[in-house]
């Protein structure tokens, strides 16, 4: 508003734009009229296919958002924008599996698949209340693609069961509702897409109708947390714009029509760091609620009250009552932790056996050792505790314990949720500091060597999901067969059941030089073939399934998801007279020149600064690539160089350069590519090296 709008622009050369006929507009605009041609000149609608980005040109997608949180500050956090295609197959498979699970145990169903529930569904009202008691939750919300996706997602299973239904109970039978390109899209009976008509009755039925089923799903389903306090208010802003697009017009009074008021929907989405609380899941409420005037029910009407606050007076007064109950909830906690009560009991002891009237009592050797342990005892239990309070790593601790009342029980114990999903980050935690790596260490089974954030997300997803809950994430595969990686495969292999597994996604991720997998498992439940699948076209292609047990009698529990039974009874033979080549030689992978994680610049990628055609300098060497490996033998075509040292994102050790050694193509086509290498030369990240040991150097 500070723009002053009679000052003429002039537009540049280059200008995105455009006259009718197609050629760059010439001249100058006014301030506004620049502003909007500007913005106007984009496409903020589906990052899909065109027909569907036309028909909904006038709509901003939410995904807009996710962008340009990804550009701006999701790469230090370790977080990138997942494509549309992945949020909507992972909400879709889990999502429905969730409520197969849900219907089956509140209805004593036994429903394998989700097309059986149609015929079943009799009570409308219930079927609708019963979806919207799941619980979903993203513990690395980022910008919240998953979380729109999810919302879609059930507004779209409502329609295909036939639970969608206005406020007088009315279905919304003429009408077709699916998830295209990661967006919701109305059509009738003729196919042709909804357009809201505040005058039009049936208009404003449906819109009415699809507002306040995102706003009951928003506000009582979908549940999300992170560290960065721009992602939460990303994320809300974005569930938020999901929640505008179905606003309405109420009824009109005195010649006056006004929107729906919208709602407080950011109370689910909270910022904290999900991996750490001082509160175990499993922590003691009930003496908390005895001494307490609170109750979970009185936190929960607090939250609900929130929720339907009509101004910011109420809100206010609500987050007020909520810090209370949660503080008393804290202190009470507190008081029955395990090391505050050996501390109390220690200092007794102290007091019976040595109190100020045995003062002047000689002791013996033994009781002043005793004495002195015992007080050796209270003062490291007192520093402990001491730190923990004014630890700063407990600066940003998120208390799954309370936070969130919707998944407690009446008495207050801890149930999960129905689904855990996301794309969490990844970082390794050598870029955190040592009191980081050290919680990590402690508090969680799978942590092991170099520990990376998003195995610990892996097993805190899973510790607060409830028993026969799905959980769906997009991470790295290196934790299926690397070695390090061991605890997290024991602890994902005795507390879920994978049910499928995409093993090998490539270029889900432009800026992250790292390769992916989605898997969706459930909690517990007997076990079962993984069903393993591969996306071609963006859709996903089954290729075989194996039986998750045999893991478990593999060397460190590898995940050898790709081979099928035939493979592995051969593979299996092999093995009882071969020598691994990783006790013969050290084994790396080839360099890898670039990647935002390590803090390298967009030019510096995109130009591709490292790498020339010719010996620039000194520091240029030749470099193999996967291409020039073959069976047998290696071609190096002259083209390829490299500027070698520790600019590069992974430099590896000078060792794997020189002298013998094995070079193996990492991607594999239909026969090995491996050949025996001497000559100096840098290779790749897509060429794996063995360099063997002193020893067996001939």
């Known amino acids: 508003n500070n723009l002053e709008d009679n000052v003429q622009l002039p537009l540049l050369g280059a200008t995105v734009l455009k006259e009718d006929n197609g050629k760059a507009l010439k001249g100058s605009l006014n301030t506004l009229d620049y502003l909007f041609e500007f913005l106007n000149a984009y496409d903020f609608s589906s990052e899909g296919a065109e027909e569907i980005q036309e028909d909904n040109k006038q709509l901003i997608n939410a995904s807009v958002l996710g962008l340009i949180f990804e550009k701006i500050n999701g790469y230090k956090d370790g977080s990138f924008f997942t494509p549309g295609f992945i949020t909507m197959y992972m909400c879709r498979e889990t999502i429905r599996r969730a409520v197969v699970q849900k219907f089956n145990e509140a209805k004593g169903w036994d429903c394998k698949e989700y097309n059986e529930l149609y015929n079943k569904i009799q009570d409308k009202k219930d079927a609708n209340a019963l979806i919207n008691s799941l619980k979903i939750c993203d513990p690395a919300v980022g910008s919240g693609h998953f979380l729109v996706s999810a919302l879609n997602e059930m507004i779209a299973i409502k329609s295909d069961l036939q639970v969608l239904m206005d406020k007088d109970g009315r279905m919304l039978r003429d009408y077709y509702i699916e998830v295209v390109n990661d967006e919701l899209i109305v059509t009738d009976d003729n196919g042709n897409i909804f357009e809201y008509s505040p005058n039009n009755k049936e208009s404003q039925r449906v819109q009415e109708t ?90 929960k009407i607090a939250v609900q009250t929130y929720r339907e606050a009509k101004n ?53 050797p033994a009781q002043i050792k005793d004495r002195k342990k015992l007080e050796d005892e209270i003062n490291k239990l007192g520093a402990e505790i001491a730190d923990i309070k004014s630890n700063k790593i407990y600066q940003n601790a998120f208390e799954w314990r309370f936070e969130f009342p919707e998944v407690l029980n009446d008495d207050g114990d801890f149930v999960g949720f129905d689904v855990i999903i996301g794309n969490p980050p990844y970082l390794s935690s050598k870029a955190f500091p040592k009191s980081f790596m050290e919680y990590l260490n402690q508090a969680y089974i799978t942590s092991q060597y170099q520990l990376d954030l998003y195995v ?243």
């Open 210 to 299: 699809l507002f306040h089923e995102k706003q009951a799903i928003i506000e009582g389903c979908l549940f999300g947390v992170d560290i960065n306090p721009n992602s939460v208010k990303i994320c809300r802003l974005r569930l938020w714009i999901e929640l505008l697009k179905n606003a309405y017009y109420k009824v009109e009074v005195d010649n006056v029509r006004e929107l729906e008021t919208l709602p407080n929907i950011d109370i689910n989405i909270k910022i904290g760091n999900s991996l750490i609380s001082r509160f175990a899941l499993d922590a003691d409420l009930k003496q908390a609620l005895k001494k307490s005037k609170y109750s979970i029910d009185s936190y």
């Open 312 to 364: 910011k007076e109420e809100k206010r007064e609500m987050e007020r009552l909520s810090a209370t109950i949660k503080s008393d909830f804290r202190t009470e906690i507190s008081a029955n932790d395990p090391k505050i009560k050996t501390l109390d009991k220690k200092s007794t002891e102290l007091y019976n056996k040595y109190k100020t009237d045995k003062l002047f009592t000689e002791l013996t």
């Open 456 to 698: 610990s997300f892996m097993e805190k997803g899973i510790n607060i999901l409830k028993e026969k809950g799905r959980i769906a994430y997009i991470t790295p595969n290196s934790w299926l067969k690397n070695m390090t990686f061991s605890n997290c495969r024991k602890f994902l292999l005795d507390a879920v059941n994978f049910e499928s597994i995409f093993p090998n996604l490539e270029n889900v991720f432009n800026e992250a030089s790292v390769d992916t997998l989605i898997f969706i498992a459930k909690k517990g439940g007997i076990n079962s073939n993984i069903c393993v699948y591969e996306f071609y076209n963006l859709l996903p292609a089954f290729k075989h399934a194996i039986d998750q047990t045999r893991f478990l009698t593999n060397d460190r529990f590898v995940f050898d998801i790709s081979s099928n039974i035939e493979v592995q009874t051969i593979i299996e033979k092999i093995k009882i007279q071969s020598v691994k080549l990783e006790d013969i030689a050290d084994i790396t992978r080839g360099v890898n020149p670039y990647d935002k994680l390590r803090g390298q610049s967009d030019d510096t990628i995109r130009n591709k600064v490292y790498h020339a055609s010719f010996k620039k300098d000194d520091t240029f060497l030749p470099e193999i690539r996967g291409r020039h490996v073959n069976s047998y033998n290696y071609h190096w075509d002259n083209k390829y160089f490299i500027s070698y040292g520790p600019w590069l994102a992974a430099p590896r050790e000078s060792k794997f350069f020189t002298g013998p050694r094995i070079i193996m193509r990492q991607v594999l086509g239909s026969k090995l590519n491996c050949t025996i290498i001497n000559e100096d030369f840098i290779i790749d990240q897509s060429v794996f090296i063995a360099k063997p040991k002193d020893i067996y150097l001939i």
